[in-house]
């Protein structure tokens, strides 16, 4: 499994406030976990704001988040930053990068 961070650059700053991005794990095809919405892992996994993403890893998100080219056809599941509260000094890139860790643990684990 393989963690990937992306910076929030989607939604303006100002209009209200969120934290650094959003942090995912790449999950391979012999994962329990492949393929399963991310509303199937959230009774599994605890995460910041429980996952809010899962979908295909296709040629665009490769080219998109600057992934690998055999990180194509793994299955993503993610969590964001933009939940009620959220802002920058309370989720900094190193936060998010250590609940992504924490996130590709726990399915480790499993």
């Known amino acids: 499994m393989k ?3 992306r910076e929030n650059t989607w939604l303006p700053r100002g209009m209200f406030d969120f934290g650094w991005g959003n942090g995912y794990v790449l999950i391979p095809k012999k994962s329990r976990f492949y393929g399963k919405h991310y509303d199937y892992i959230n009774v599994i996994v605890d995460v910041h704001g429980g996952l809010t ?3 295909l890893v296709n040629t665009k998100m490769v080219e998109d988040w600057g992934l ?3 990180d194509e056809g793994k299955w993503c599941v993610g969590f964001d930053t933009s939940h009620s509260g959220d802002n920058l000094s309370k ?3 190193e936060k998010v990068q250590k609940e992504a860790e924490k996130l590709k643990k726990q399915l480790l684990n499993q």
Do not use: L, P, Q
Request: aromatic letters at 16%; hydrophobic letters at 40%; zero cysteines.
């Open 53 to 55: 993403f899962s979908g």
């Open 3 to 5: 963690v990937v961070i």
């Open 91 to 93: 989720w900094s890139k």
């Open 68 to 70: 690998d080219k055999e």
